[in-house]
């Protein structure tokens, strides 16, 4: 199974702040194009919050336009720029998500997916007028009660929020309210493979014992580096999506190219025979220097 990431597009309208900078409908865009391009198509993507940028009927629109054209299933989960309400609106509207997402009328928008070979399990951790995340006693007894659900199933978890401290002081806030609460539960759950999120705008990643948690930088606009205390920073450069190839319990983070034209070199050109590297190469063979031309 291949699952990709995009997180904090944070697609806006022209006139905004933000869109002086990035043309964040285009680049959000981009990223699906991206994933439709990949030698295999993914299987569902995550889109891990900040879907638009101030929460607006007409943010929503331009997200919807993108959408449309998204190659495969994907599964959203509100940030603390998003409205669950319009979120809920629009993705109900397409025939893009695959699941029956959760009316945030009746609570947070947390829900499971089980239709892959990865189980994928969405938590809230949005807090209503705030931008901080928390982890309620709810919120832990809900994922609990899910994760017990399905022992032997390997789950991935998605969110908004970053559950630890990543040195992005701007970001971090009190890191998010609750993750003593999240780690307790986690770590009863050893079929949990990854935890992956958003919000700070930046590739970052940590372990709970076993389990690797981490953050997908924006495929919109990036945040300066936190680590050693950087400065508080937006910058204009965008992130490929983030990959995860699992089979079995066997999980591989990687990422996709970055849209556009780059100079590259066809390893083809630089074997002398080539049909030889590659039957060796494929069947996990060691491979002679010889193989290469001079």
Not at 47 to 59: K, P, Q, R, S
Not at 266 to 285: A, F, K
């Given at each position: 199974?291949?699952?990709?990431?995009?997180?904090?597009?944070?697609?806006?309208?022209?006139?905004?702040?933000?869109?002086?900078?990035?043309?964040?409908?285009?680049?959000?865009?981009?990223?699906?194009?991206?994933?439709?391009?990949l030698?295999?198509?993914?299987?569902?993507?995550?889109?891990?919050?900040?879907?638009?940028?101030?929460?607006?009927?007409?943010?929503?629109?331009?997200?919807?336009?993108?959408?449309?054209?998204?190659?495969?299933?994907?599964?959203?989960i509100?940030?603390?720029?998003?409205?669950?309400?319009?979120?809920?609106?629009?993705?109900?509207?397409?025939?893009?998500?695959?699941?029956?997402?959760?009316?945030?009328?009746?609570?947070?928008?947390?829900?499971?997916?089980?239709?892959?070979?990865?189980?994928?399990?969405?938590?809230?951790?949005?807090?209503?007028?705030?931008?901080?995340?928390?982890?309620?006693?709810?919120?832990?007894?809900?994922?609990?009660?899910?994760?017990?659900?399905?022992?032997?199933?390997?789950?991935?978890?998605?969110?908004?929020?970053?559950?630890?401290?990543?040195?992005?002081?701007?970001f971090?806030?009190?890191?998010?309210d609750?993750r003593?609460?999240?780690?307790?539960?986690?770590?009863?759950?050893?079929?949990?493979?990854?935890?992956?999120?958003?919000?700070?705008?930046?590739?970052?990643?940590?372990?709970?014992?076993?389990?690797?948690?981490?953050?997908?930088?924006?495929?919109?606009?990036?945040?300066?580096?936190?680590?050693?205390?950087?400065?508080?920073?937006?910058?204009?450069?965008?992130?490929?999506?983030q990959?995860?190839?699992?089979?079995?319990?066997?999980?591989?983070?990687?990422?996709?190219?970055?849209?556009?034209?780059?100079?590259?070199i066809?390893?083809?050109?630089?074997?002398?025979?080539?049909?030889?590297?590659?039957?060796?190469?494929?069947?996990?063979?060691p491979?002679?220097?010889?193989?290469?031309?001079?």
């Open positions: 199974m291949l699952i990709a990431q995009i997180s904090d597009p944070h697609v806006t309208t022209e006139g905004t702040v933000v869109r002086s900078l990035v043309d964040t409908p285009q680049r959000f865009a981009d990223a699906l194009a991206t994933c439709a391009a030698p295999k198509v993914p299987d569902v993507i995550l889109l891990t919050g900040d879907l638009v940028n101030d929460g607006t009927a007409e943010e929503y629109a331009l997200l919807a336009e993108a959408l449309a054209e998204a190659p495969c299933p994907v599964l959203p509100p940030g603390n720029h998003d409205d669950p309400l319009l979120l809920h609106a629009t993705f109900a509207a397409l025939d893009v998500c695959g699941a029956a997402l959760p009316d945030p009328r009746s609570g947070p928008f947390h829900y499971v997916v089980d239709d892959h070979p990865v189980r994928l399990v969405a938590l809230d951790s949005t807090v209503a007028g705030h931008h901080h995340g928390q982890v309620t006693e709810q919120s832990a007894a809900w994922l609990d009660a899910t994760l017990t659900a399905a022992p032997e199933r390997p789950t991935m978890l998605f969110m908004h929020h970053v559950p630890y401290a990543t040195g992005a002081w701007w971090d806030y009190s890191g998010i609750g003593d609460l999240l780690r307790e539960v986690l770590v009863r759950h050893p079929q949990v493979l990854r935890v992956v999120s958003g919000h700070v705008h930046r590739a970052t990643s940590t372990q709970w014992g076993h389990l690797t948690l981490s953050s997908a930088p924006s495929t919109a606009f990036l945040s300066g580096t936190g680590v050693g205390d950087g400065p508080p920073l937006i910058v204009d450069q965008r992130a490929a999506p990959l995860f190839a699992v089979d079995g319990d066997s999980l591989v983070a990687s990422e996709a190219d970055l849209p556009g034209l780059r100079l590259s066809d390893m083809r050109d630089l074997v002398q025979d080539w049909s030889t590297y590659e039957s060796v190469t494929r069947s996990r063979g491979v002679s220097k010889d193989m290469f031309g001079g």
